[in-house]
Structures are given as structure tokens and as C-alpha cells.
């Protein structure tokens, strides 16, 4: 049986940490981040310590590779450093985003998930619902809603399937 390959982006993080050891068992999975190997993952997991604005060494990787999954878990989420840091959310989020999915899109990877927020809708004291209006008060959201665009406008009519997860908070 070939396992699937499935890239995590940000998998030195929390929640790529968890979700590629989740996955190890039956997939191949390989993590990227900026930062070393996180010592939570197990010992299936491959790691290569990159930058994904580093656009020629993200696109040589995923050639070599050849995922059939690229999750997109990357980003600069700190809430609270919002405004004092947007322009680590514009690199982190949107410009990292831009890049990978213009390099899913030329190698015809198979599918694309990508973790947004809950921070794009407007603040309610209401169950929010994947219908509320789009509307976000801070950098952070907005360079979520501005990822989304890029998703969407770029991979409806590609060969690329893509999924947008707006996470809450998110714990075990």
C-alpha cells in the first residue's frame, strides 16, 4: 500500500505538531517551519527547517517530494502582537500564503487546506455560523480574509482542491 505524502507547513507548531503525529501512522508526513524539528514529533516525521517566503527553496522541496497534501498551518497568530507587528502578518501570512499556493497550483499538487480563523467575523455575541458576514476588526483577521481571496480567486478553477478551516481556539 503507498502512503499518501502529506506536507505540513508550520509543523513545529502546535497544531502541525499534533496533526503530524495524528497522521504518521498512515501517511508519509514531512513537516516545514522556520524552526527546528519540535521535539513532540515522532521519529516518522521528516522536517526541513525553511522559511516559506524562501519561494525557490519551497517549490525545490515540493518538486523532490511530490506531496499528494500540502497543509498550510504556518503563520504569525499571536493575537495580542497584532498591530504593534503587521508586517510580520503580511509576510507570515499573506505573502507565505501567496507563494505556496502559486507553487500548488504550477505543480498541480492534488489538494490545499489551510487554517484561518475565527478572527474574520465580526465580533458576536451570537453562534457564529460559515454564513456570518466577513468582517474582522484587527490585522490578524484581515490577513486571514486576504489569504482566503488569494485561495480562492487562484485554485477554484485549478486542478488543486482546497478546504478552508476557520479555527476557534484550539487545545486538548
Same mark, same amino acid.
Given at each position: 500500500m503507498i502512503k499518501k505524502k502529506i506536507i505540513i507547513t508550520g509543523g513545529s507548531g502546535y497544531i502541525g505538531s499534533s496533526?503530524? +503525529?495524528? %497522521?504518521?501512522? +498512515?501517511?508519509?508526513?514531512i513537516t516545514l517551519?522556520?524552526?527546528k524539528k519540535n521535539n513532540f514529533l515522532n521519529n516518522k516525521i521528516k522536517h526541513f527547517t525553511c522559511n516559506i517566503i524562501n519561494k525557490k527553496k !519551497?517549490? +525545490?522541496?515540493? @518538486?523532490? !517530494?511530490?506531496?499528494?497534501v %500540502?497543509?498550510?498551518l504556518a503563520g504569525q497568530s499571536t493575537i495580542d502582537l497584532v498591530e504593534k507587528e503587521k508586517n510580520k502578518?503580511?509576510?507570515n501570512n499573506i505573502l507565505a500564503? +501567496? @507563494?505556496l499556493v502559486e507553487i500548488?497550483?504550477?505543480l498541480k499538487i492534488s489538494k490545499f487546506i489551510f487554517s484561518s480563523t475565527a478572527a474574520i467575523y465580526d465580533k458576536s455575541n451570537h453562534i457564529l455560523k460559515e454564513t456570518n458576514k466577513i468582517k474582522s476588526n484587527n490585522s490578524y483577521g484581515l490577513s486571514k480574509i486576504k489569504c482566503e481571496k488569494i485561495i480562492v480567486e487562484n485554485l477554484k478553477f485549478s486542478k488543486t482542491k482546497y478546504c478552508i478551516l476557520r479555527f476557534f481556539n484550539v487545545a486538548s
Open positions: 496533526l503530524a +503525529n495524528f %497522521l504518521s501512522d +498512515n501517511c508519509e508526513v517551519d522556520k524552526r !519551497i517549490k +525545490n522541496l515540493l @518538486i523532490k !517530494i511530490k506531496p499528494d %500540502l497543509v498550510h502578518y503580511y509576510r500564503t +501567496n @507563494i500548488v497550483k504550477e
